[in-house]
């Protein structure tokens, strides 16, 4: 019976881990932050996805999962940031995910075909929301931030918790973008996953054209 319980709380960051790789492929392929012949056409919760088959960017979004995953699980992330930064180390576009309190069991939903559905829901907003955006200035990089408790923070700046993968604090510089404008895309309060997803576009943006 303990067993059973420790997998139930274990849902939550699970599903979440799973979701925000995609989440990761989806925007660097919708933002065009690397060559589309990189990217391979699957499916995730039905929905139709790219993902990068270049192994140096694979390896690093997988371990990067991994150490979050962790996080999640502790209970003290309240939000996980993929950002887009210019030549000049400015951030230009911000895609975040914020997590409520979760990981409670769904009875309603035993087979969680509800939290799938929202969640396919979430990759269907990432589809077109590069729609919505100004292109990207030329040579732009990415990097992923977790918001998290100082505690925790200080742990896994201290000791790598996944192999050749270390987490430093934030450049502050790269957490302000001038006057962001929000672009909502979608919020669940599922039990097993709440989670807001929007996006910040700097007005400063400065982009160049083809």
């Not at 400015?90 to 997590?99: D, G, M, T």
């Not at 509800?114 to 732009?140: H, M, S, W, Y």
């Amino acid at each position: 019976m303990a067993n059973k319980d420790e997998n139930k709380t274990e849902v939550g960051p699970d599903i979440f881990a799973e979701f925000l790789e995609v989440g990761i492929h989806l925007i660097l392929y919708s933002r065009k932050l690397y060559p589309c012949g990189l990217f391979e056409r699957r499916k995730k919760y039905n929905v139709p996805v790219q993902m990068c088959l270049h192994p140096d960017v694979t390896d690093y979004i997988s371990k990067v999962i991994q150490s979050v995953k962790v996080m999640v699980a502790s209970g003290d992330v309240s939000m996980v940031t993929v950002v887009v930064i210019d030549q000049s180390q400015n951030p230009v576009e911000r895609f975040v995910f914020e997590l409520g309190a979760s990981g409670s069991e769904d009875r309603d939903d035993p087979y969680l075909f509800r939290l799938e559905d929202a969640l396919r829901g979430f990759l269907l907003k990432l589809n077109i929301a590069d729609t919505q955006l100004r292109p990207l200035p030329q040579e732009c990089s990415w990097v992923v931030h977790v918001h998290t408790k100082e505690s925790t923070a200080d742990k896994f700046i201290q000791q790598k918790t996944i192999e050749d993968l270390s987490w430093v604090p934030a450049d502050i510089k790269q957490t302000q973008l001038k006057d962001p404008v929000l672009l909502p895309l979608k919020t669940t309060n599922n039990k097993m996953l709440k989670m807001q997803l929007y996006i910040e576009e700097s007005s400063d943006k400065q982009t160049v054209s083809h």
